[in-house]
């Protein structure tokens, strides 16, 4: 199978999602987006915008795109991304377990360390792999959807062919896809760096504004030094998200402003 034969279906085609699948449909996939009638609308209109900070922009014609509100044409994917909110995990799995063959190759691209866990609980028999997404994509206007942050995809690694496949997609159009043999590592990684989200819900500024104060700085190293604790207790080393290693995190976020 060629890299333009590789059937690759979206479950759940919002802002990640979509700039998933407009990659994969650039390099030639067959891709079908799963998810609601108002980016479907979107992308009828306007087609699938792609921009990035340090690459060029990306369009993909509405012609070009095949986009369903049901899972009642995805039955032939030969690999499906699931993109769905962690609170939609189960619900999509159900709705996979009675659609897709059972050869199809389910890829859990979503935040979080639990849910290819979850789509395993109800997808018996399916090859379930977990992944990490490393950058943030944000919708900047109908069918358009920006990347401004950098980092390569991680696929939990399998023997699969179609696995192959979908990594030789996604490098061929300049986006990394690495393959882990420990991709819990990998997520609990992320999942450490992103603690600050919920030191900025309860302050209510921006991460810059939080990081400028020593404060911030302390609790923030507090919150990742607990978690950190609690994950090696289970036995999980986690891997550095970018450029700092979790140990090194906490020694910059100690010094002080002078610094």
């Known amino acids: ?138 919708s900047t206007g109908p069918g358009e959807f920006h990347c401004g942050t950098e ?14 496949l979908l990594q030789s997609c996604f490098t061929q159009i300049g986006q990394g896809c690495l393959l882990s043999d420990d991709i819990a590592a990998v997520q609990w990684g992320k999942l450490l760096v992103n603690l600050n989200n919920a030191l900025n819900a309860l302050t209510g500024s921006t991460l810059y504004a939080g990081l400028v104060q020593r404060d911030y700085r302390r609790a923030l190293a507090l919150m990742i030094e607990e978690a950190l604790h609690v994950v090696q207790t289970a036995g999980i080393k986690p891997e550095k998200f970018g450029k700092a290693s979790p140990e090194k995190m906490l020694k910059i976020l100690r010094l002080p402003n002078i610094l």
């Open 151 to 164: 980092g390569d995809l991680c696929i939990e690694f399998n023997p699969s062919d179609k696995l192959m």
């Open 1 to 138: 199978m060629s890299t333009t034969a590789l059937k690759v279906t979206i479950f759940g085609a919002g802002s990640i999602g979509c700039y998933l699948g407009g990659q994969l449909a650039d390099s030639g996939a067959q891709v079908t987006f799963v998810g609601r009638e108002r980016f479907r609308t979107q992308l009828a209109e306007n087609g699938l915008t792609l921009t990035h900070y340090a690459r060029e922009p990306v369009h993909v014609p509405s012609d070009g795109i095949q986009f369903n509100t049901d899972t009642r044409e995805i039955h032939d994917a030969d690999v499906v991304l699931v993109t769905v909110k962690s609170q939609d995990t189960a619900g999509a799995g159900l709705d996979l377990n009675h659609t897709v063959n059972r050869d199809a190759l389910i890829i859990s691209f979503q935040n979080g360390v639990g849910n290819a866990d979850r789509l395993r609980e109800v997808m018996p028999g399916f090859t379930v792999l977990g992944a990490m997404v490393p950058f943030n994509v944000t």
